[in-house]
């Protein structure tokens, strides 16, 4: 009552600026100019001609842009066609067997973390994700040792069975957080239901994480993808190389074509931009699973 | 018809006494269940377990330049001697102190103000999100060579900026000059990861119960007070977990300074990993950078146990809720 | 339809008995509640009895047939949960047949039973749903539908209608009673709440503690409650129970108040079993119905003081202290009585209860 009679009184009051709320849009106007500008300038370079991005000072806008040398990336007929088209092959494939073995085996895991109580369940599991805490270089030595001596090196099964172990300990994470959240009493309906303890697992639990398979499979794939470190050490051959080592040795011999390099790094960067824009969701859940308290 | 009641627990049938006990029991009891992690335990044993102890073991020895092991010599602790006397030691701790907190720091302080923004609901809020997220999706080679030619000393575009707005006379040196390369590094580095920070955070601040912001708004507290009694408090969690995840990830980053700059000029942008990474296959001095790689693990080990600290938590709060 | 027979069921983990020692007989075609406290073993037991759990001692047979070591498919039961427990990513209509699909029935057999089960629980026009657009209510029927298909040898139930809502439990209620009616069926059914094993079942096991207690009638746990245990479990208010003291011998036997002195003397039959005591103490029961109050002292009452009173309607109950144990008594709804009142309560000795004070079993003449 007091409120209702003081408004009817007082003069409206001018609504008093939301200081907050312009702090916020001038933030964010930064932060998307910060990230947007380099790969703008990126997309802007790779459609100059060599001459052109060769100015000083620069062409704000390219004044004849040219698709040239997206042309020549993708045309198997000249030589560096052929290299980046295996490169973006090698990338493919390395990282696909990454992603497909990786649920295959990160699944069964994961089911086990979150359903079964055996003993050393919990030290296994920390052993699993602290693999997460060292890094890729100190492996290199002793890994490139282990390859040598199983005959793996200078084959992409080197690649993908350490990209395997990267992707291991967050997927198997990822995917015990969907498990949890599946009632146990399904799959126990399920094997009253007549089905096999398997079949429970493969009938009702599968289809119903899915998302969380998908999630789990556009990390490895991002990851495999966008590895370097092993693929730079283990592959010596031309012919076996991924993208980011690729480009790399392919570019350093022609290290003033910057046109070229940036259509070939826009080029690298579209499948997983892709996969991301189209999976953003379980990106995102993939993300922040487990750090977040639900 | 009764049954007799209050009998003390305990196994009374001879079948129950006769089952195994202890932990070997308990193992037996559960050997399927093993099966399940049996090919992720394998994977992890040959790929993990084995290079720890060989890391550990070549870390006391002398080792040839072509890695043949049955040539390597027992050095004791010479190797880390060696690491502890040498001058570049310092300057790349210190280089990798700076690289770590810096970049932790400023991408955590602009994930959170990422997040604080985009926390209302306006149009575009999920396009502006997928935006901010694309540089940590592409590949840090890509965002290397991106930035390399925005840094470019002739032809960069932020030099070329800085002269046109009068800054300088002319461009800047940007990845040639030990006062700068670091700093440069760092900027790329946060360019790629804050949004990771904001999407952590996005995430937490969904958790913070509207009711207590209402109840607060009540009460009279200011927009700061409502961040700082309120929503902080529930980010803490979060907050922690990813700045844990970020520091581990920027202690680890090696394609950004190695594509870069190799650590150039004169080691002005060598971090721990890269160092390392030059000592063993640019310079084959295996034994000595096995010795920089445990004392990485030790460094490594200790902001683990904070890790798993964070998310066991996190998990304990699940199951309770 | 078949009898299913518990002896000796045990489940530990470790040193936990989360089942200890069970035994009892569900005979064909009967519906028995597994009664007891949250905690208690009969969820356990339960699914011990479905195999969903293996089982540490003792044996199981269903139809005279020991399912020790048999899949819970191998079993031919069917169970409906506390949560429904319906496959989120399936139709209604694939829920019911799931069960006969994985028993590999022909399709037109299935597709016959399924409807024939959607017709007895009314749940035809839901068939093509998902289970998260169906109510409450609606997903039971369909939990109970999937059950039915198969025509299985027991039916076991876990506290199916606790999420319901108040109404809506007490409708099921009858709902189920007449499908066991209905199909003949054997039933194990699991609840919590005491007022739906009285009025279900036909026997009721007791459990606490991982023990049964008693395995009986509702009538007859009602009426010769086994131990304290039972005695305040099983009835709504629940029975007041009352420690004493024994004094007196032969006949001459009275209960005496360790905190206010009042002696309530003993019938003979009483007093026999009061002096069966192992250690000179006993626990004194009353039902709310056996016990009257009066505002003046009556031969065969003792004193008291009014803490509440709640009128419910038809009854009213009060509550009132005696010997520092609160005593439940029900009254006329127009008994004029107010809190703080201090008044005496009659005991009928012909339907008092006694425990022993140790042990808490119920006392037996000596």
Redesign the interface.
């Known amino acids: 009552m007091a409120t209702i009679s003081e408004t009817a009184i007082r003069p409206v009051v001018r609504k008093p600026i939301d200081w907050?709320?312009w702090a916020?849009?001038f933030?964010?106007t930064f932060?998307?100019l910060?990230?947007?500008l380099?790969?703008a300038?990126?997309v802007l370079?790779s459609v100059k001609s060599q001459f052109a991005?060769?100015?000083?000072?620069?062409q704000w806008w390219p004044t004849e842009p040219t698709l040239n040398n997206y042309f020549k990336l993708l045309d198997p007929r000249n030589r560096i066609g052929q290299e980046f088209l295996r490169y973006f092959w090698n990338s493919f494939y390395v990282s696909l067997l990454t992603t497909i073995l990786g649920v295959?085996?990160?699944v069964?895991?994961a089911?086990?973390?979150s359903r079964?109580?055996?003993?050393?369940r919990n030290f296994?599991f920390?052993?699993?994700?602290?693999?997460?805490?060292?890094?890729?270089?100190?492996?290199?030595?002793?890994?490139?040792?282990?390859m040598r001596w199983m005959g793996l090196v200078n084959t992409h099964g080197s690649l993908i069975?350490?990209y395997?172990?990267f992707g291991?300990p967050l997927s198997?994470w990822l995917l015990k957080g969907f498990y949890?959240n599946i009632?146990i009493?399904?799959e126990?309906?399920?094997?009253?239901?007549?089905?096999?303890?398997f079949?429970a697992f493969l009938?009702?639990v599968m289809?119903?994480s899915t998302p969380g398979i998908i999630a789990t499979s556009i990390f490895s794939f991002?990851g495999a993808?966008?590895e370097?470190?092993y693929a730079y050490?283990f592959l010596s051959r031309d012919h076996q190389m991924t993208l980011?080592v690729g480009?790399?040795r392919f570019f350093t011999e022609f290290a003033t074509d910057?046109p070229g390099?940036?259509a070939a790094?826009f080029m690298?960067?579209v499948p997983?931009?892709v996969l991301?824009?189209v999976l953003?969701k379980y990106?995102?859940r993939a993300?922040?699973e487990?750090?977040?308290?639900? | 018809m009764s049954i007799a009641t209050g009998r003390a627990a305990g196994p009374s049938t001879s079948q129950a006494a006769s089952r195994a006990s202890g932990i070997l029991g308990r193992v037996i009891a559960h050997r399927t269940d093993y099966l399940y992690v049996l090919p992720a335990l394998i994977v992890m044993l040959v790929v993990i377990a084995f290079p720890i102890y060989y890391t550990i073991e070549l870390s006391f020895f002398r080792t040839p330049p072509n890695l043949q092991m049955r040539d390597k010599i027992w050095t004791g602790l010479d190797n880390y001697v060696t690491v502890l006397r040498s001058p570049v030691f310092h300057e790349v701790t210190i280089n990798t102190i700076i690289w770590t907190v810096a970049s932790t720091l400023v991408a955590f302080l602009l994930g959170l103000g990422a997040a604080l923004s985009l926390h209302r609901e306006f149009v575009g809020r999920g396009v502006m999100r997928a935006l901010l997220l694309i540089p940590y999706v592409v590949s840090a080679v890509a965002a290397s060579y991106v930035w390399k030619w925005l840094y470019h000393s002739d032809f960069g575009v932020i030099g070329a900026i800085a002269v046109q707005l009068g800054l300088t006379s002319e461009p800047i040196n940007f990845l040639d000059n030990r006062q700068t390369v670091l700093a440069s590094l760092i900027v790329v580095n946060i360019w790629k990861e804050f949004s990771f920070a904001m999407v952590m955070l996005m995430a937490g601040l969904q958790t913070v119960p509207e009711q207590l912001l209402r109840a607060a708004q009540v009460d009279g507290a200011s927009a700061w007070n409502r961040f700082w009694h309120v929503t902080f408090p529930h980010l803490r969690g979060v907050s922690m977990v990813t700045v844990l995840l970020l520091m581990v990830a920027n202690f680890n980053s090696f394609i950004i300074p190695f594509v870069m700059t190799g650590g150039g000029p004169a080691d002005a942008s060598h971090i721990w990993i890269t160092h390392i990474y030059q000592l063993a296959f640019g310079r084959q001095q295996w034994g000595v950078a096995s010795a920089y790689a445990v004392i990485l693990f030790i460094v490594m080990m200790t902001l683990g146990y904070f890790y798993v600290k964070a998310l066991t938590r996190g998990d304990e709060n699940r199951a309770g809720g | 339809m078949a009898e299913v027979v518990l002896k000796d069921v045990m489940k530990n983990y470790g040193s936990l008995y989360a089942v200890n020692n069970v035994s009892f007989t569900v005979e064909h075609g009967e519906f028995v509640a597994l009664v007891g406290p949250s905690g208690c073993g009969k969820t356990t037991t339960l699914n011990l009895v479905a195999g969903l759990i293996p089982m540490s001692g003792g044996d199981i047979s269903i139809g005279n047939r020991i399912v020790n070591d048999l899949d819970p498919k191998d079993r031919d039961i069917a169970m409906v949960f506390q949560n429904y427990a319906l496959y989120p990513n399936k139709s209604v209509f694939k829920n019911l047949a799931f069960p006969l699909q994985m028993r590999k029935l022909p399709k037109a057999e299935i597709e016959a039973k399924v409807m024939q089960a959607a017709k007895i629980l009314d749940i035809t026009h839901l068939l093509e749903r998902r289970p998260r657009e169906l109510s409450g209510g609606q997903q039971q029927r369909v939990a109970l539908g999937r059950a039915l298909v198969r025509d299985p040898a027991v039916f076991l139930m876990d506290e199916p209608l606790s999420n319901l809502d108040a109404k809506l439990r007490v409708a099921m209620r009858s709902e189920i009673k007449r499908f066991h009616h209905n199909l003949n069926a054997t039933v194990i059914y699991v609840t919590h709440d005491q007022l739906e094993a009285v009025t279900m079942a036909d026997k009721m096991a007791v459990m606490h503690g991982g023990v049964l207690q008693q395995y009986d009638s509702p009538a007859n746990v009602f009426a010769n409650p086994v131990n304290t245990f039972v005695a305040s479990f099983v009835g709504s208010p629940a029975m007041s129970l009352i420690p004493l003291d024994v004094v007196g011998k032969g006949t001459d036997v009275a209960l005496k108040s360790p905190e206010e002195g009042w002696e309530l003397p003993l019938s003979a039959q009483n007093a026999r079993k009061a002096t069966a005591s192992s250690q000179g103490t006993v626990v004194l029961g009353a039902r709310h119905s056996t016990l009257k109050l009066h505002k003046s002292p009556v031969a065969g009452s003792v004193p008291g003081k009014v803490y509440t009173v709640e009128p419910t309607g038809d009854v009213t109950f009060a509550q009132v202290f005696v010997s520092g144990a609160v005593v439940n008594v029900s009254l006329e709804p127009t008994a004029p009585i107010a809190p703080d009142e201090e008044v005496f309560v009659e005991f009928d000795q012909q339907r008092l209860h006694l425990f022993d004070g140790q042990t808490t079993n119920a006392l037996k003449a000596a």
């Open positions: 907050w709320r916020g849009r933030f964010l932060l998307l910060f990230t947007v380099p790969m300038w990126m370079t991005a060769m100015q000083y000072p620069p295959v085996v990160a069964p895991a089911y086990a973390f079964f109580r055996f003993p050393g296994l920390f052993a699993v994700l602290v693999r997460n805490m060292f890094p890729a270089v100190v492996f290199l030595m002793p890994l490139f040792l282990l069975l350490t395997l172990t291991l198997i949890d009632p009493q399904l126990q309906a399920a094997r009253i239901d007549g089905a096999t303890r079949q009938f009702i289809p119903l991002i993808w966008n370097y470190v050490t980011p480009i790399q910057w390099l940036m790094t690298m960067s997983v931009v991301f824009l953003q990106f995102v993300l922040t487990g750090a977040v308290k639900h």
